[in-house]
T-cell receptor, first 115, second 116 residues
């Protein structure tokens, strides 16, 4: 069965520090992978996506993610965190079946940023 | 492109009442999805429409839940005889079914339901 695991429930970093959020997936075929961010009380905003090609993908707000097939991972990184990055981050895999893309999400990682 | 909108943003209801939520997708998007998100969890898939056809329903969608998308435009999600376990954020997303572009889902702000 398809699944997404985000091992870190909560992470705290200092402003200006680097960030890496972990994501592992289980999916039989080539996955479509996504990272979304959710601010309190808000919907989800797409940060970046991986469909194929270059395994290092760039997204909005200075985020990037690297797809590693051998490790079934799609970790999100940012070299220097800003206080406005405090939010909840969700990794998702798109299960492409029947001609459409249903998303399976991880439980999320809540990011706190210290000044 | 005005984005996905949902109405209402918040709904408080008493157990046993019926509630209905509305989702307006991005205008040219022909695919529409409903997800439910409970506290501390990621969103879970509920159902999917392509145009006006409802093509998949999750086991999470009990017979108290019904969704429609008349004319392939906006969608409604109705919950009958609400229970406290229905308290959650209900998220709507839409996407465009086009080669190479059909895989990105854009989410609305959600409707937060509280059942008392």
């Amino acid at each position: 069965a398809q699944s997404v695991t985000q091992p870190d429930i909560h992470i705290t970093v200092s402003e200006g520090a680097s960030l890496e959020l972990r994501c592992n997936y289980s999916y039989g075929a080539t996955p479509y992978l996504f990272w979304y961010v959710q601010s309190p009380g808000q919907g989800l905003q797409l940060l970046l996506k991986y469909f194929s090609g270059d395994t290092l993908v760039q997204g909005i707000k200075g985020f990037e993610a690297e797809f590693k097939r051998s490790q079934s991972s799609f970790n999100l990184r940012k070299p220097s965190v800003h206080w406005s990055d405090a939010a909840e981050y969700f990794c998702a895999v798109g299960t492409f079946s029947g001609g459409y893309n249903k998303l399976i999400f991880g439980a999320g990682t809540r990011l706190a940023v210290h000044p | 492109d005005t984005g996905v909108s949902q109405d209402p943003r918040h709904k408080i209801t008493k157990r046993g009442q019926n509630v209905t939520f509305r989702c307006d997708p991005i205008s040219e998007h022909n695919r529409l999805y409903w997800y439910r998100q409970t506290l501390g969890q990621g969103p879970e898939f509920l159902t999917y429409f392509q145009n006006e056809a409802q093509l998949e329903k999750s086991r999470l969608l009990s017979d108290r839940f019904s969704a429609e998308r008349p004319k392939g435009s906006f969608s409604t999600l109705e919950i009958q005889r609400t229970e406290q376990g229905d308290s959650a954020m209900y998220l709507c997303a839409s996407s465009l079914a086009e080669a190479g572009r059909g895989y990105e889902q854009y989410f609305g702000p959600g409707t937060r339901l509280t059942v008392t």
